[in-house]
């Protein structure tokens, strides 16, 4: 069964940090690539980072150094860590896992996710 559970969402002022979660079962843990995406309001989805299974790790320009997604095998689960919040991050986080191929090398795109959770909602005020 292909499942993706996102949590850690909820609001916080300016420059906190929260802790995203995201459980996935036997089946989209084990893909080659996952992911974390966002979506703001009247915006496209954009990847916020990816981890490969050979551990390449890509992060988008705009949380380079401020978020950590890594990944807890024995749990199955992924985290995004997120720390000097911005109110241009709010928005929902999703979840994602590409069961077959890498993401790094032109990979890492909306369209190339197999999976996906249903979404965690993230508020920074400021």
């Known amino acids: 069964q292909a499942e993706l559970v996102e949590s850690g969402g909820g609001s916080v002022q300016a420059g906190g940090s929260l802790r995203l979660s995201c459980v996935g079962s036997?089946?989209?843990?084990?893909?080659?690539?996952v992911a974390w995406f966002r979506q703001a309001p009247g915006k496209e989805r954009e990847g916020v980072a990816h981890?490969?299974?050979?551990?390449?790790?890509t992060y988008a320009d705009s949380v380079k150094g401020r978020f950590t997604i890594s990944k807890d095998n024995a749990k199955r689960t992924m985290y995004l860590q997120m720390n000097s919040l911005k109110p241009e991050d709010t928005a929902t986080y999703y979840c994602?896992?590409?069961?077959?191929?890498?993401?790094?090398?032109?990979?890492?795109?909306?369209?190339?996710?197999?999976?996906w959770g249903k979404g965690t909602l993230v508020t920074i005020s400021s």
């Open positions: 994602a896992a590409r069961r077959w191929g890498y993401c790094a090398g032109g990979y890492f795109e909306a369209k190339a996710m197999d999976f």
């Open positions: 981890i490969d299974n050979d551990g390449t790790t």
């Open positions: 036997e089946y989209t843990y084990n893909s080659d690539c």
